[in-house]
């Protein structure tokens, strides 16, 4: 490993503190499923269902799919020695496998094994399921199975400067996405495109530029136009088939990937003639975000910045149009959908009072929908907080472009 790249992270040192949390709580081995630890421990893509196996001393096995095991070892930082492929044939199963690593480094003395357990509104956030739980139970018989996913919370909630400037080379490769959009739809480029064009040439951009994957769990590049950018909520709007037509809003999300840092930004247009109406929205929005990337700071709760936000917003008179909630979680693979800890009043979500810590990321999450007036305007841009601000990874520029 190379520690003058800019975009080095010391996975060593990772581990070493994963397993000085575990002895201080007394777990003889750390099992991971979760994609955030995956992804904070072993530094590579994994698709399929993938496991670490953290012992109390030492190196980490990495468990996956056998067909991808080779490849999984040579984008690790570990070796092919640490990387083993379980396959769906007898005592090759994952379940077998595991069982049999963890029982010979417990050298057949019973002990306690950390899990990862819980639920989660993200679809592969990967925590043990309930089969899993039981046939690890079965095959562990003398052990015990301690649910342990804080400890990897606790340590990746602060990020290293390695990790965030793959999140600032991921934002630039996504705006350079952003600029072909752009210059494609202006001066009536649009006509005659579809949301899956505008989609397309975002990826193509990004691609040329070094992006290694679009993040597929909502869609891949999100765009939207016409009555779906007011979709009520607005989270997800994988593009479609659908023609952007003259007088209408256009919405692109977009998303660029560099060595597991997630780019993440949204910018929204106006295309052809605008009426007042628009322009009030668009106004309105656009006042919205750029309080809200002021508000950003260390000691602010997503509590706080959301009151605070509601009440400008009612001043502006738009506070009806607006998703009250102005954030999200991002993670390296955009695996950390929930902010801070699970320490709130609703158990694997984020907690409202979370004060924010310099050196925290999050997503600038704003949705803006008026559905009967079929308007809506999205913006997401990774930021890192800061003493007394925040930096933005994405620079494109904060507006409501009329092309």
């Not at 496991?51 to 990495?62: F, K, R, S």
């Not at 089969?131 to 990020?159: P, T």
């Not at 309080?291 to 009612?314: H, I, N, Q």
């Amino acid at each position: 490993m190379n520690q003058t790249d800019p975009y080095f992270i010391d996975f060593p040192a990772r581990i070493r503190a994963i397993q000085a949390e575990m002895a201080a709580e007394r777990i003889d081995v750390y099992l991971g499923s979760r994609l955030r630890t995956l992804s904070w421990t072993l530094d590579a893509f994994c698709p399929w269902r993938s496991y670490v196996v953290i012992p109390a001393e030492g190196l980490p096995t990495a468990f996956t799919f056998v067909i991808d095991a080779a490849r999984v070892a040579d984008e690790s930082w570990l070796d092919e020695d640490h990387v083993m492929g379980f396959a769906p044939m007898g005592g090759q199963d994952q379940i077998a496998q595991i069982s049999d690593f963890i029982l010979d480094l417990l050298k057949g003395k019973p002990g306690r094994v950390g899990i990862e357990s819980g639920m989660s509104n993200y679809l592969p956030e990967g925590n043990l399921t309930h089969y899993e739980y039981e046939a690890f139970q079965a095959a562990l018989a003398g052990c015990q199975l301690v649910n342990a996913y804080d400890i990897v919370d606790r340590l990746s909630l602060i990020k290293d400067e390695g990790t965030v400037n793959r999140f600032r080379e991921a934002s630039r490769i996504v705006d350079i996405g952003h600029l072909a959009v752009y210059e494609a739809i202006q001066n009536g480029g649009y006509k005659g495109m579809t949301e899956t064009e505008v989609a397309g040439l975002a990826a193509y951009a990004m691609r040329k530029a070094g992006s290694e994957w679009e993040w597929s769990y909502t869609g891949g590049n999100e765009i939207a136009s016409g009555y779906r950018t007011g979709l009520a909520g607005g989270a997800c709007t994988p593009a479609t088939r659908r023609k952007l037509q003259p007088g209408e809003p256009l919405m692109v999300d977009i998303h660029a990937m560099y060595r597991l840092g997630l780019g993440d930004h949204s910018h929204n247009y106006l295309l052809a003639s605008a009426t007042d109406r628009q322009l009030w929205h668009a106004d309105c929005f656009t006042k919205v975000v750029a309080r809200c990337l002021e508000t950003y700071k260390a000691g602010v709760s997503p509590s706080s910045l959301a009151d605070e936000m509601m009440e400008f917003c009612e001043e502006l008179g738009c506070a009806e149009y607006m998703v009250p909630g102005f954030e999200h979680g991002i993670g390296m693979m955009g695996d950390e959908w929930r902010i801070g800890r699970n320490d709130g009043p609703f158990p694997f979500w984020t907690n409202p009072d979370h004060v924010y810590l310099p050196g925290e990321m999050l997503i600038c999450a704003i949705q803006y929908a008026c559905p009967e007036e079929n308007i809506g305007f999205r913006y997401e841009n990774p930021i890192l907080i800061l003493q007394d601000g925040c930096e933005w990874m994405s620079k494109f520029p904060l507006q409501v472009d009329v092309v």
